[in-house]
């Protein structure tokens, strides 16, 4: 059973930058593909960033592409969201995700329901 861990998150000032890490436990990382979601208050979650296992691909939500970075340390167990240029609006609790793909299977890893496995979420504020 794979664990996240979730840490970083906090309170910044709008054109900040914070760093998340999802520290994971119970499985292969190396085997994991790797997300990040967010959902803010009356919203529903929302897709953020992918990373695949090997970290050689990875895909942004439109809203955050440019200015967030989503990475993974495989020697360390461990992804990363470095989140620049924040905006009010990416005020939220991000969660992170992960999934054991098959071999041969059709993922969209922008989708939740393809993760099997969440954090328990971290708190982003921005303030203007």
């Known amino acids: 059973q794979v664990q996240l861990v979730e840490s970083g998150g906090g309170l910044v000032q709008a054109g900040g930058s914070l760093k998340l890490s999802c520290a994971a436990s119970g499985g292969t990382f190396t085997s994991l593909h790797m997300g990040w979601f967010r959902q803010a208050p009356g919203k529903e979650r929302e897709f953020v960033a992918t990373?695949?296992?090997?970290?050689?691909?990875?895909i942004y939500a439109d809203s955050v592409k440019g200015r967030f970075t989503i990475s993974r340390d495989n020697a360390r167990n461990t992804a990363y969201l470095q989140m620049n240029s924040l905006e009010p609006a990416d005020t939220a609790v991000y969660y992170c995700?992960?999934?054991?793909?098959?071999?041969?299977?059709?993922?969209?890893?922008?989708?939740?329901?393809?993760?099997?496995?969440w954090g328990q979420g971290t708190q982003v504020t921005v303030s203007s």
């Open positions: 995700a992960a999934d054991q793909p098959l071999p041969g299977g059709d993922y969209d890893y922008r989708k939740s329901t393809e993760y099997h496995y």
């Open positions: 990373i695949s296992w090997s970290g050689g691909s990875s």
